[in-house]
């Protein structure tokens, strides 16, 4: 079965560097996501994207964060200067359609230091 | 803003024992999720329930859609110890393409 991959499982950085967060969603999907979850806590939203450019954002997706689908295959989180508060599990996700169900990836742990 | 609430967050339940996990939101939605996660793991899609009256069924698990009363309930029959795992529950609200907003979460115990 298709499924969405994230590169790295885990991340470790330094407060102020800048990471990547890769993923590479279903071939055939339209949709794109990224969702993030700090330990314990719920899953929330962080921004959509399709036909190359974000569709929807939250507050939480400020200047410090950028997306980007650098070829046909990956769609990328970079945060620029992270943040102790940036630790969380990012999960990306894929849709077929706006109205389908998300397909998770299976997430990067980043821990801030 | 929306709001989605879950309840009970923490259930512990015996195997073979029925119960149902609540799942309320605040506005107008076109779409209800259930997901489960296993600790440390990604979010596995259950159910999508698109329309009020929707019903749908997988093994010991069956959710159900009231947009009138802005309620979704995630009904487990019968648990067995696999089913332990924390289940989310998340909204589409109406007009917007894609943004899930998930609940809080509930985490179901269930023991021999």
């Known amino acids: 079965e298709p499924e969405v991959t994230q590169t790295p499982s885990h991340q470790v950085t330094q407060m102020g560097q800048e990471v990547i967060l890769r993923c590479v969603p279903i071939?055939?999907?339209?949709?794109f996501y990224w969702y993030r979850q700090i330990l314990g806590q719920k899953v929330e939203f962080l921004v959509s994207?399709?036909?190359?450019?974000?569709?929807?954002k939250s507050e939480i997706f400020d200047d410090q964060f950028s997306v980007e689908r650098p070829d046909g295959s990956n769609f990328t989180l970079k945060i620029r200067s992270t943040k102790l508060e940036d630790s969380a599990m990012y999960f990306c996700?894929?849709?077929?359609?706006?109205?389908?169900?998300?397909?998770f990836g299976s997430g990067t742990q980043l821990s801030v230091l | 803003e929306l709001k989605v609430e879950q309840n009970p967050l923490f259930l512990s339940m015996q195997e073979g024992k029925n119960y149902t996990i609540y799942c309320n939101y605040s506005?107008?939605?076109?779409?209800l999720y259930w997901y489960r996660q296993d600790p440390g793991k990604s979010l596995e899609s259950l159910f999508v329930?698109?329309?009020?009256?929707a019903v749908k069924q997988e093994g010991r698990l069956m959710a159900s859609l009231d947009t009138k009363a802005r309620l979704s309930t995630l009904h487990i029959t019968a648990a067995v110890h696999d089913l332990s795992a924390t289940y989310f529950c998340?909204?589409?609200?109406?007009?917007?393409?894609?943004?899930?907003?998930f609940g809080t979460g509930t985490r179901l115990q269930v023991t021999l």
């Open positions: 996700a894929s849709s077929g359609t706006g109205g389908e169900k998300l397909f």
């Open positions: 071939s055939n999907h339209l949709y």
């Open positions: 994207f399709y036909n190359n450019e974000i569709s929807e």
């Open positions: 506005t107008t939605s076109d779409r």
């Open positions: 329930l698109l329309s009020n009256g």
């Open positions: 998340a909204v589409v609200v109406t007009g917007t393409a894609s943004k899930l907003t």
